[in-house]
């Protein structure tokens, strides 16, 4: 355990989260679809990234690469490769690490092909390196401007890349797709994929499938209309875009099938937006023809006020299936109809082959937020079985004669309704760090987090153009969960072992922090490769969850491990550097989470690996304990408790549950601020933008007139608390 990552005791009350032209350039060919693939990796021209169809089809064949986020079209995440195995894995010493030059969230898997890695980075950075030596080739910096950063819900984060016959391609956080040159990172081609007037931002990966670069979009905290598009990957024009929910009906339907579900729908949610975001998860089956994508949380997420008189709201939360060719509906399936509790369905999907009832059965595999694994027949959609992997009170079960989810009608909220605590919360059970299936044991590892929130009704709801439209009261279901005491549940995350045919747990390892969540590697070495919240990066035996192997990381890690070869030479590589999820809506004095100084880095290992990294500064240097010195509390209760309700609503993304900041040295800790001294200091930046260029950006228009002082006098009470408890025991901020 890194002794240099702090702790915090006590995180409280509402906290959030959960939760981006030119004709290209025509790069000469070097390996043409003719060719054998297994042979390609050794006869293309270093960084040539010449991936296509035939390469990623055949990822088998030359497991010494990693040419699409997910490794192969059904996204396993699962590796061949056997020369680390659970014999040497202890010889895993770091070969080259790399420091990224931003401290914001790194949740990308990064590509390996053709002696190059690509890797994306907070704010939409793109590097590539030599997969050998770490030498940096280049680096892209789409220059986003810094004001945006308010429109992400969970950070200006970005997932990857993806590679195709010479170039590389990234999605922005201000909605942008861009296609860079492999060899020089020069920019090819960039399209608008947005409405920059809506909140629309992007994090997802792209995929690429028969030569169309597929992106989606995240936004749906903040009123946006959910779609994916495909664009010609040479030349950047739209092929097509499909929409996951029906706009005005008044306006026409896009698409045939929305007409159907606009039946699902009540109320004028269009104006709204309806959400149904497809923010990361999509999978490919090249034999069946279909891409699936995963569906979003609707928009605002309190179906009372999105869809008054309910209905299942499609095709929210749902896992589509799409013809690739011409962007036409095939099938979906949803997880949770009438989606209430920012349930998305965009977790990471797996397709793959599984031997059901003695009969090979092509499969979808998912773990949404809701907390059921669900395994879907992959050609029609047909929901094969459904089981909790987590503690689950919104549903009994899935009713297999239905296909439904028995729901326990408490756990739905509106004006109406006593408020309950709802497991799993908006983090989910699970949420966006992909699993991983191995073909060695037939499990599936998924990152698992027990998890929940007191869903309440706001009093009164208006739509914001800043900050997220949840119409959830996030202040009193925090107080809701406080007045729960010793009968709330206890947040816990693990690592699970799953079998997805018998649909039952195999083994876990237990995470010392509550909110952890890492991406996982498997391999055909008998491995599970996972980064942790406690600074540490693991190799776990993949039959028992035995830990086999542990290295230092200095950083959270919440992003998924790769491996790959360089002259037959085993590799493993891991984007570090992140804030644990906070808990939401918790109030739960107790929880934990864990901070750092955010040492961004990608860390590459390798059997007899030798570099170190940097000395870490010693904990004095980054522990202000005990520093608090706000003003003194002049407010009365009724401005304090206003002022948590805002802060809540607009603040606690980034600033934190509370008020304490969940990475110190990325997000101010307010509590520390020298401007709560005055309403004049505070005003200057809450309302002046005076530090709009850090990406704080100005709420004028968005807050009432008092609210801005209202937080101030909310974040004095809270210095004043954790002063007198003693608990304040982090850094100060930068500033
Ligand atoms: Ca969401």
Aim: hydrophobic fraction near 40%; charged fraction near 20%; charge should be negative.
């Amino acid at each position: 355990m890194n002794k240099r990552l702090l702790h915090v005791s006590t995180l409280a009350a509402a906290a959030l989260l959960l939760a981006a032209c030119g004709p290209a350039e025509s790069p000469s060919s070097t390996n043409t679809a003719a060719e054998p693939a297994a042979a390609s990796s050794n006869m293309v021209l270093p960084y040539s990234a010449s991936v296509n169809a035939d390469r990623i089809i055949a990822a088998d064949e030359e497991p010494g690469n990693w040419m699409s986020t997910g490794r192969d079209y059904g996204e396993a995440r699962f590796s061949p490769l056997t020369q680390i195995n659970t014999n040497n894995v202890s010889d895993l010493g770091l070969e080259w690490y790399a420091d990224i030059d931003t401290s914001r969230m790194q949740e990308a898997t990064p590509i390996v092909v053709d002696g190059a890695m690509y890797v994306s980075t907070a704010w939409s950075h793109v590097k590539a390196f030599d997969v050998r030596t770490g030498r940096p080739l280049w680096a892209f910096n789409p220059e986003v401007d810094p004001a945006k950063g308010v429109d992400a819900c969970c950070d200006v984060v970005n997932r990857g890349v993806a590679v195709w016959e010479g170039k590389v391609f990234v999605g922005t956080i201000d909605g942008r797709l861009i296609a860079l040159d492999s060899t020089t990172g020069e920019e090819l081609w960039s399209v608008m994929t947005v409405d920059e007037s809506e909140a629309y931002t992007i994090t997802g990966a792209p995929r690429i499938v028969k030569g169309q670069v597929l992106i989606g979009n995240g936004g749906a905290e903040y009123g946006v209309r959910g779609y994916v598009t495909a664009y010609d990957a040479e030349t950047g024009e739209q092929n097509w875009r499909y929409y996951t929910v029906p706009g005005n009906p008044a306006d026409g339907f896009e698409q045939p099938e929305l007409e159907m579900a606009a039946q699902t729908w009540n109320g004028e949610w269009w104006n709204l937006g309806g959400g149904g975001t497809v923010w990361d998860a999509m999978a490919y089956d090249p034999d069946l023809n279909l891409l699936y994508i995963g569906v979003g949380n609707g928009s605002p997420w309190n179906q009372s006020l999105r869809s008054p008189g309910g209905g299942d709201n499609l095709f929210l939360s749902s896992i589509m299936a799409i013809n690739p060719d011409d962007g036409t509906y095939r099938w979906h399936y949803q997880t949770t109809p009438g989606e209430t509790w920012d349930y998305t369905a965009t977790q990471h999907i797996i397709v793959t082959t599984l031997e059901i009832d003695g009969q090979p059965r092509r499969v979808v595999m998912q773990a949404p937020k809701n907390g059921f694994f669900y395994v879907l027949d992959a050609a029609t959609g047909q929901l094969i079985t459904a089981e909790k992997f987590v503690p689950v009170s919104w549903a009994s079960h899935i009713d297999l004669e239905t296909d439904r989810p028995v729901e326990i009608p408490e756990a739905r909220y509106d004006e109406t309704r006593i408020p309950m605590i709802v497991q799993p919360g908006p983090q989910g059970g699970h949420n966006w760090h992909p699993m991983s299936f191995s073909q060695r044991t037939k499990l599936v590892y998924l990152p698992a987090t027990e998890q929940f929130m007191g869903y309440v009704a706001p009093e009164n709801f208006e739509v914001s153009d800043t900050g997220w439209n949840t119409g959830t009261d996030f202040a009193a279901g925090g107080a809701l969960v406080r007045e729960a005491g010793d009968q709330a549940p206890v947040r816990s995350a693990h690592l699970l072992a799953w079998d997805p045919v018998a649909q039952r747990e195999v083994w876990r390892v237990p995470k010392e922090v509550s909110v952890d969540a890492a991406g996982v590697l498997s391999t055909a070495g008998g491995l599970v490769f996972q980064g942790n919240a406690s600074g540490e990066f693991n190799a776990y035996k993949d039959d028992t969850g035995e830990l086999l192997w542990s290295a230092m990381t200095q950083a959270i890690t919440v992003a998924a491990p790769i491996t790959y070869t360089v002259d037959g030479e085993q590799y493993v590589a891991v984007l570090v550097g992140g804030r644990a999820l906070p808990t939401i809506g918790a109030g739960a004095i107790g929880s934990t989470t864990t901070m750092s100084n955010n040492n961004s880095r990608l860390l590459v290992f390798k059997r007899g690996g030798t570099a170190q990294l940097p000395p870490e500064l010693a904990e004095e240097e980054v522990s202000d304990t005990g520093n608090l010195n706000p003003p003194p509390m002049t407010a009365d209760f009724e401005t304090v408790a206003h002022g948590e309700q805002v802060y809540g609503r607009y603040c606690s993304v980034c600033h934190g549950p509370a008020g304490v900041s969940p990475s110190v040295g990325t997000f101010p800790d307010l509590r520390y601020s020298a401007r709560l001294a005055s309403s004049e200091m505070w005003n200057s930046v809450v309302l002046g933008g005076e530090l709009e260029s850090g990406g704080m950006v100005s709420f004028e228009g968005t807050l009432e007139a008092t609210d801005p002082d209202a937080v101030r006098h909310y974040i004095i009470s809270r210095a004043h608390a954790d002063r007198e408890a003693g608990e304040a025991e982090h850094s100060a901020p930068l500033q």
